[in-house]
C-alpha cells in the first residue's frame, strides 16, 4: 500500500510575518521556512500505519518555492520518499491549484489513503484536504483524532464539538486529516536524519504532471493585505474578586455598551 | 546556496532542529529540579541513547551516526541552553567514554560494551584527575601491574562524572612508569565510588571518587597497548575542549536572549531598561563576545576529528569561550537585577553552570601553557 501525506512548509510559528510595501502580498523576505504544525501528525500516523500494515509512505508538498529542506526534514521522521512540486505557476495559487497539483501527483503515485493536516498554519483555509479527496473522487473525513486501519476498512473518529465524537467506518481510499491527539510526532533519530539525505526527492514542475498554467489558474486572489488595527490599551482592574467584578460588569455595560 | 559555518551540511541542520526541539521539550523541564537535587536524569540520557545521539562520533560501522566534531558541538551547544549540567554527563558519556573508547579499542571489546552505552542502558565515565595530579596529569600515580592474564589496579580517581551512576569506566593507570588506558566495569571486585561530591554549578550531573584497591581487571580490557594511553588521552581532550567551549556558547546564548527580552520589558524611571546606556553595553558587549566565540567554536571545529589533531585551536577555543559563558551570565544577572539573582529563573543556574568551564577538561592555566608550548614549536621550528 502507498500512503500519501501532503504537508505545506509556512512560517515557522515564530517568524515575523510582514508585508509587501505594496500590500500585495506577504513578505518572504527574513522568514523561517517550516512544515506546518498540523501536518506533523498527519506524517507521524502515516508513519504508525505504515510500521503497523506496512507499505510505503511517500510525501508531497505544492509551492512555487524550493521546499525541499523542509521536506527532507520530514523524511527523518520515517516517509520513504517525497515528490515536490515546485512551479513559479503556483506564485498565486489559491486552494484549488494547490489541490489540483496534489491531486495529480497523488494519483500518478498511485496512493490509496492520504493524510493532511486539519489545517495550514498560514492560510487557515481549511480546504486543500477536502478539494483534493473531490478532486481524486475519494472520501474524506476531517479533524480525525483517532484511525486505524484494518485491511482495506478504516475507522476514524472525528471530534465534532461540544465533546461530541463521531465514528466513521468506510474502505479505502480516503483522505484523512488530523487533529491535535491523534498521535504524539516523534523526533527525527539521529540515523534516519543521516538516511535522509539518500531518500528519493523528485521535484516536479506542473508539466511534468500534465497539468498547465491554464489548470492550477486561481480562482480566488487575494490583492490587499493589511495589518489588524493596534489593539487598544489594556485596563487592569485592581482589588478583590467581588469589587472587581461589580467594576467588569459595569464597565462592560456603561463603557463598552456589549451587555 | 551559500556557506553555512554552524551547519556545514544539511545533517548539522537537521540535528541542530532536532536537538533544539528535544531541549525545549523535554529538557528545559526538568533542568531546575535536578539542579536543586543535584542528580542526574539517568531516564533522560536514555532518551539521547533512543534520538541517537550517544554515538554521534562512532562510525555507522560501530553503531553510531558516523558524524563529525561539528555535530557533536552542535549537540552540547543547544543541550547547554537549558540544562549545562546535563549536558556535562552527556559530555562526559558520549566523548570521554565512548568516543574515547571507540578509537581506543579492539573489536572484541566494542562488541562487549558499545550496544551498552549507544543506548544508554549502561552509563558509563571517565578516570584521569587524581587527588595528587590534575593539570600535570602525567604525574598520576595510579598503577597496573600483570597478574597471570588479568591486572592489578591501585589507586585513587577523582571528580569523576557520573561516578554516582556509571556501570563502567575509562581508566588510565600507570604501567611500569607508562599510562595506560583499561575499560573497568563498576562490578570489578576492588572497585569502589566515594560518596557523591557536591557542588556550586553543574548540579545536573554527578561526580565522584573511584577508589582501586588491589582492583582485578581482566586482561581483556586493557584498551589498545601498554604506554597507549598517553595517545588516547590527549586526542580526546580536543573534542572535548570544543563541547565544553560550545555549552559555554549556550550559556550565553540563552543569557544574550533573556538579557535583550528583560531590558525590553522591565520600565525603570518610565522608560524600558534598554534605553540606558549601562544596559546597553552589558547587552552589546554580551552579544558580541557571544558571537566570537561561536565562530572560534566552529571554525576550529572543522578541523578536530580522530585523525585530525589540533590542540592549538581547541585549547584557543575553550580558553576563549570558558569566559564568555561566565561573563554573559555575569551581565544577563546584572541586566535582571533581583530577578536574576532568583531561582525562579534560569540565569542563576547558568551562572553557577559556567565557572566550570574554566576548570573541567583543564583550566584555563593549563590552555594557555600548552599554547605556548605549541606555538613556540610552530614558530621556532
Ligand atoms: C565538575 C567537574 C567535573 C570533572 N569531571 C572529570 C571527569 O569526568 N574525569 C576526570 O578525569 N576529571 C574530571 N574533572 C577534573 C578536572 O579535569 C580537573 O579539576 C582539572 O584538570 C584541574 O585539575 P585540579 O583540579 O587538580 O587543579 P590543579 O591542577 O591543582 O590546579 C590548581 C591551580 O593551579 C594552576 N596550575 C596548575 N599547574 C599549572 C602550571 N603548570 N602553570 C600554571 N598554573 C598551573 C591551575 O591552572 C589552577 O589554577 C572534573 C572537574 C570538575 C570540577
Known sequence: MKIGVCIKSTPDTSSRIQINPGGDDLSEAGVKWATSPYDMFAIEEAVQTKEATGGEVILFSASHQDTSKEVRKALALGPDSAVCIQDDGLAKADSLSFATSLAKAIEAEGCTLVFTGKRASDGNNIQVPAMVAELLGWPHVSFVTDFELDGESFKAVRAVGGGVEEVITGNLPVVITAERGLNSPRYAKLPMIVKAKKKPLATKSLADLGLTADDVAPIVTLSNYEPPAERGDCIILEGDAATTAKELVRRLREEAKVL | ?381
Open chain 2, 1 to 381: 546556496m551559500s556557506f553555512d559555518l554552524f551547519n556545514p551540511t544539511e545533517e548539522h541542520r537537521m540535528l541542530r532542529e532536532m536537538v533544539a526541539e528535544f531541549t525545549t521539550n523535554e529538557v528545559e523541564p526538568q533542568a531546575a529540579e535536578h539542579d536543586i537535587k543535584g542528580t542526574m536524569n539517568v531516564e533522560l540520557m536514555r532518551q539521547c541513547g533512543e534520538l541517537g545521539l550517544l554515538g554521534i562520533t562512532v562510525p555507522e560501522e560501530g553503531g553510531g551516526a558516523g558524524m563529525d566534531t561539528v555535530a557533536s558541538v552542535i549537540v552540547h551547544h543547544e543541550l547547554s541552553k537549558s540544562d549545562p549540567g546535563f549536558a556535562l554527563a552527556y559530555l562526559a558519556h558520549s566523548l570521554l567514554f565512548v568516543n574515547n573508547f571507540y578509537y581506543a579499542s579492539n573489536a572484541e571489546q566494542r562488541e562487549r560494551y558499545m550496544p551498552k552505552v549507544l543506548t544508554g542502558e549502561w552509563i558509563a565515565g571517565m578516570g584521569m584527575t587524581e587527588p595528587g595530579a590534575g593539570t600535570d596529569v602525567l604525574g598520576m600515580s595510579s598503577t597496573a601491574v600483570r597478574d597471570g592474564d588479568d591486572w592489578i589496579l591501585n589507586g585513587v580517581k577523582t571528580y569523576i562524572t557520573n561516578g554516582c551512576e556509571a556501570h563502567c569506566f575509562q581508566v588510565y593507570a600507570k604501567v611500569d612508569g607508562r599510562i595506560t588506558t583499561f575499560v573497568v566495569d563498576r562490578d570489578c571486585p576492588g572497585l569502589s565510588t566515594s560518596h557523591h561530591i557536591d557542588k556550586l554549578g553543574m548540579r545536573g550531573s554527578t561526580m565522584s571518587e573511584l577508589i582501586f584497591e588491589d582492583c582485578r581487571v581482566p586482561g581483556n580490557n586493557l584498551l589498545g597497548e601498554v604506554g597507549g594511553g598517553m595517545v588516547h588521552m590527549m586526542r580526546n581532550l580536543e573534542i572535548e575542549r570544543l563541547a565544553l567551549a560550545a555549552m559555554s556558547l549556550g550559556i550565553a546564548d540563552r543569557c544574550v536572549e533573556i538579557m535583550v527580552s528583560h531590558a525590553h520589558e522591565r520600565k525603570a524611571f518610565g522608560q524600558s531598561i534598554n534605553r540606558f546606556g549601562q544596559i546597553q553595553k552589558y547587552i552589546g558587549d554580551s552579544y558580541a563576545m557571544t558571537e566570537a566565540a561561536r565562530c572560534l567554536i566552529y571554525n576550529v571545529a572543522q578541523n578536530v576529528g580522530p585523525d585530525v589533531r589540533n590542540r592549538i585551536g581547541s585549547d584557543a577555543a575553550k580558553l576563549f569561550a570558558a569566559p564568555v559563558g561566565k561573563i554573559v551570565a555575569d551581565n544577563a544577572m546584572q541586566v535582571m537585577g533581583g530577578q536574576g539573582y532568583c531561582r525562579e529563573y534560569p540565569v542563576e543556574r547558568l551562572w553557577r553552570d559556567a565557572k566550570l568551564i574554566e576548570i573541567g577538561g583543564g583550566t584555563l592555566e593549563s590552555h594557555q601553557k600548552n599554547l605556548t608550548k605549541d606555538l613556540s614549536a610552530k614558530f621556532r621550528q
